[in-house]
Nanobody
Framework: QVQLVESGGGLVQAGGSLRLSCAAS????????MTWFRQAPGKERDFVAA????????YYADSVKGRFTISRDNAKNTVYLQMNSLKPEDTAVYYC?????????????????WGQGTQVTVSS
């Protein structure tokens, strides 16, 4: 079983930055595809970004491309999401998710393990 714990959320003004972290335990971190999703009130859980096992490849939703950067440190069992140029529409609960394999699924049902989420609020 893999346990995931997110941190780093908060309240920020539009145009600002936040860095989310997701610490993993209970598995071999380097064998897991790591992905960030987000869910705004009343909406579905949407794909944000994913990173391959070694970090060699990354994938982004069009809505965050050029503003967000996903990275991972396999020595620290941690994945990060650097969020710059934040917009009010980025407001959501951000979730870290993991699954074994190398396919960056954007469908949340494909992921076995989830963190509890961290709230990001961007004020205008």
């Amino acid at each position: 079983q893999v346990q995931l714990v997110e941190s780093g959320g908060g309240l920020v003004q539009a145009g600002g930055s936040l860095r989310l972290s997701c610490a993993a335990s209970g598995g071999i971190f380097s064998t897991y595809m790591m992905t960030w999703f987000r869910q705004a009130p009343g909406k579905e859980r949407d794909f944000v970004a994913a990173i391959l096992l070694s970090g060699a490849a990354t994938y982004y939703a069009d809505s965050v491309k050029g503003r967000f950067t996903i990275s991972r440190d396999n020595a620290k069992n941690t994945v990060y999401l650097q969020m710059n140029s934040l917009k009010p529409e980025d407001t959501a609960v951000y979730y870290c998710a993991a699954r074994q394999g190398i396919v960056p699924y954007i469908d949340s049902v494909r992921y076995n393990y989830w963190g509890q989420g961290t709230q990001v609020t961007v004020s205008s």
